[in-house]
């Protein structure tokens, strides 16, 4: 076990984006406190400025970015904002509003398009974006936080599970890629997380999260830290020659082969 992070990705400039709660919020903790100065993205900007001055009541560095990653133009003035960065964590990946779960003959276009513009085009956006300074200077980290949806296949998530299958797959190809370029490509897929509107449904109804643990065989569903050390693992000097890979970080739910 790897017991002091505190230097792990030292000296990097790291960008987590839909980072204001959550699974970035948690991925942002971690990467400072492993040493890196994080750009904090989000669409609100007080979400951004709350876990900036967490990290920075740890004596960590970070900085509040507040765009939308689904516009490209506001991705490049992120991009003058922030500046190079030598990792990228595409986080974000809920449509503001929440997440609809329907069936699919239930669903239309209006359903479709938030879902596959935010996990699909948003991490063609950033990517594009950063990816340039990373190859020029030999060294970069991408890393899209994608779902069991897409690696298995959910009822009433089709949609989702799609658009999170697509950013496995250009991973894969982008990683191919940019292989001999020094810049690895990585995904992590999660499980059920309790977070969000789940989080407010177990709290009135306790009973639920007993349920859904059934199908996990560690007993227990994700915590949106869950995946935080294997991000900074992934992100760090560490994984030179891990690429083009999907891991799984869902308590056993649907194991990789």
Not at 100 to 116: A, H, N, R, T
Not at 149 to 163: F, N, S
Not at 235 to 243: G, H, L, Q, R, V
Request: contains cysteine; negative net charge; hydrophobic residues 45%.
């Amino acid at each position: 076990m790897i017991r002091d992070w505190s230097n792990f990705v030292s000296g990097r400039k790291a960008l987590v984006t839909g980072a204001g709660n959550g699974v970035g919020r948690a991925i942002a903790m971690q990467m400072a406190r492993a040493g890196a100065e994080l750009w904090v993205n989000d669409l609100d900007a007080q979400r951004a400025e709350s876990v900036c001055n967490e990290i920075l009541g740890e004596n960590c560095i970070a900085h509040p970015v507040v765009a939308d990653v689904c516009d490209f133009n506001q991705v490049t003035r992120m991009v003058e904002e922030t500046g190079p960065v030598d990792i990228l964590v595409n986080n974000a990946g809920i449509p503001p509003g929440g997440f609809q779960v329907k069936l699919f003959v239930e669903s239309g276009p209006k359903d479709w398009d938030p879902m596959i513009r935010l996990n699909m085009a948003a991490v063609l956006h950033v990517t594009r974006a950063y990816l340039p300074a990373m190859i020029d200077q030999q060294w970069g980290r991408i890393l899209t936080i994608v779902s069991d949806a897409g690696r298995r296949g959910e009822r009433k998530q089709v949609v989702y599970g799609a658009a999170k299958a697509a950013a496995m797959g250009f991973s894969r190809g982008l990683a191919a890629e940019v292989g001999r370029d020094g810049v690895t490509v990585n995904c992590i897929a999660l499980g059920t997380m309790n977070h969000g509107e789940l989080n407010d449904a177990i709290e009135k109804h306790p009973e639920l999260e007993d349920k859904l643990a059934r199908a996990y065989p560690v007993g227990r569903i994700g915590r949106v830290d869950d995946c935080a050390p294997l991000a900074v693992l992934l992100c760090s000097d560490a994984s030179e020659w891990i690429t083009g890979q999907v891991y799984p970080v869902d308590g056993g739910y649907s194991p990789a082969l």
